[in-house]
């Protein structure tokens, strides 16, 4: 069975940073290409990083120069490093395990909450 447990949610001012993680079970961390999205009150889901199984890494532009994605596939461990949040950065993030060559689903950790203040 496929768990997504992410943590490092919390409320920061606009400015400050966190760091999101995100640890997998039940498959092979290392074969599937890896993502964070959020969700903002009353606003769809949305991509904000994703990283291939080969490490290459996209940003959404809201967050180009702020955000960081990495992967490591010893420790089956997604982060997310965000710095200079801005009150907009606030949702909910989720961690997901994306479809590919080997992953035939989409599966979804249960979401970690960040607040941003001015």
């Known amino acids: 069975q496929v768990q997504l447990v992410e943590s490092g949610g919390g409320s920061v001012q606009a400015g400050g940073s966190l760091k999101l993680s995100c640890v997998a079970s039940?498959?092979?961390?290392?074969?599937?290409?890896m993502a964070w999205y959020r969700q903002a009150p009353g606003k769809e889901r949305e991509l904000v990083s994703n990283?291939?199984?080969?490490?290459?890494?996209n940003y959404a532009d809201s967050v180009k120069g702020r955000f960081t994605i990495s992967r490591d596939n010893a420790k089956n461990t997604l982060t997310l490093q965000m710095n200079s949040l801005q009150t907009e950065d606030t949702a909910v993030y989720y961690c997901?395990?994306?479809?590919?060559?080997?992953?035939?689903?989409?599966?979804w950790g249960q979401g970690t909450q960040v607040t941003v203040s001015s």
């Open positions: 997901a395990a994306e479809r590919g060559i080997y992953c035939p689903n989409i599966h």
């Open positions: 039940g498959y092979v961390f290392g074969n599937c290409p």
């Open positions: 990283i291939s199984i080969g490490g290459i890494k």
